[in-house]
């Protein structure tokens, strides 16, 4: 089965990193369906044993709260045992949110793949290569 790279993007940037986290899971030798959240429904993203959710910080260090939100808060309880990563990119602050929400996702006692990866503005090339890796790790993660 495919692995689902699930986000949102206002800038294009957590989308690089989106892309470059499917070039990983594919350079591992695995199927990875790309998808924007306006291009699937909840239920749909739910038939994925591993999904990673991409989402840059938005406001004052939060989730972006219009779209992304409230198609996550959809998908959350669901998520049971599946193996789920967390990406983003920020433009201000230390990239506080992503913190934020990997202490929601292990308060829910969702099984987190590593630290999500966070970068800050545009991803460079060295930063893009450390995607592409981290990519590669979550689609060979059991």
């Not at 495919?2 to 294009?12: D, E, P, S």
Request: glycine share 10%; charged share 25%.
């Amino acid at each position: 089965m495919a692995i689902l790279v699930v986000y949102w993007t206002g800038t294009g940037n957590t989308e690089i990193m989106a892309e470059k986290i499917a070039e990983g899971i594919k350079k591992a030798g695995y199927e990875a369906d790309l998808k924007q959240i306006s291009d699937i429904l909840p239920d749909e993203a739910l038939q994925y044993d591993k999904i990673a959710f991409g989402c840059p910080s938005m406001g004052i260090e939060e989730l972006e709260p219009e779209e992304f939100l409230p198609w996550y808060e959809e998908v959350e309880p669901q998520l049971g045992n599946k193996l789920i990563a967390l990406f983003g990119s920020y433009g201000w602050g230390e990239g506080e949110w992503m913190d934020y929400w990997h202490d929601r996702v292990r308060g829910l006692g969702l099984n987190l793949f590593e630290e999500g990866i966070r970068i800050n503005s545009t991803p460079s090339t060295k930063e893009q290569q450390a995607i592409v890796e981290f990519g590669e790790r979550f689609a060979k993660a059991e």
